[in-house]
């Protein structure tokens, strides 16, 4: 199977809580910032982006705050489903033609 | 549309070996990327290419050729294959370029021995 994320950071929930998945980023240059969930055995989906001249940004039960003066970027996930078992990626943009990735949060969701 | 597709799927090369890393999109997209996926990291950017005719150099692009003849395809190529290229490959499309919402393709599992 899928040996992605073997050593990556766990985070554990129950369903139905809320989960928080956090970034740090280093380039203070960059300008737009997006989640991707990466389910096992598939490529990276599209969750949410927030540019930087917003600090809060909401879809459809995730929410992604962006706080600029630490750097870091989080993402809220209300009602956490089974579903939601994945690894979540932020990415970082600035203002260029390419995207650089995080290394990556396994989310477990159990009953 | 079938969107980003890889081949092959899976493969194990022998040190020295050469391959080619198929991608093919049928999206229309101008820009495509090359990552690859080591266990326990993120993706890195190996090259990347914003239209037919253009290609560029992301992270770590050593040991690795690219080219773009048609909008279409953008074929990965390993040349020498070591051990160190043991990773999952994964090729995305970007329908403008800085938007952020990459289209991935499922992932080619590749094993250097």
């Known amino acids: 199977g899928e040996s992605v994320g073997l050593h990556l950071p766990t985070l554990s929930v129950q369903e139905g809580d809320n989960s928080i998945i956090n970034c740090a980023y280093s380039?203070?240059?960059?300008?737009?910032f997006i989640w991707y969930k990466q389910e096992s055995g598939k490529g990276p989906q599209f969750i949410i982006d927030?540019?930087?001249?917003?600090d809060k940004r909401q879809g459809q039960r995730v929410t992604v705050l962006l706080n600029k003066t630490v750097k870091h970027l989080s993402l809220q996930i209300a009602a956490t489903q089974p579903g939601d078992s994945a690894v979540y990626f932020c990415?970082?943009?600035?203002?260029?033609?390419?995207?650089?990735f995080g290394t990556g949060t396994r989310l477990q969701v159990f009953p | 549309n079938a969107g980003v597709t890889q081949t092959p799927k899976f493969h194990i090369l022998k040190i020295g070996q050469s391959m080619t890393l198929q991608c093919t999109q049928d999206?229309?997209?101008?820009?495509m990327y090359w990552y690859r996926q080591d266990p326990g990291m993120g993706l890195k950017l190996i090259y990347y290419?914003?239209?037919?005719?253009?290609?560029d150099k992301g992270e770590v692009p050593n040991g690795y050729n690219v080219s773009r003849s048609t909008t279409e395809d953008f074929p990965l190529r390993l040349e020498l294959a070591a051990p160190s290229q043991t990773s999952v490959y994964f090729c995305?499309?970007?329908?403008?370029?800085?938007?952020?919402?990459?289209?991935f393709g499922e992932g080619s599992r590749l094993t250097v021995l």
């Open positions: 990415a970082e943009n600035s203002n260029t033609d390419k995207l650089i």
């Open positions: 380039n203070s240059a960059s300008d737009y």
């Open positions: 927030i540019r930087s001249n917003m």
């Open positions: 999206m229309n997209h101008n820009y």
């Open positions: 290419s914003v239209g037919a005719g253009i290609t």
């Open positions: 995305a499309t970007d329908p403008a370029g800085g938007t952020g919402e990459l289209f």
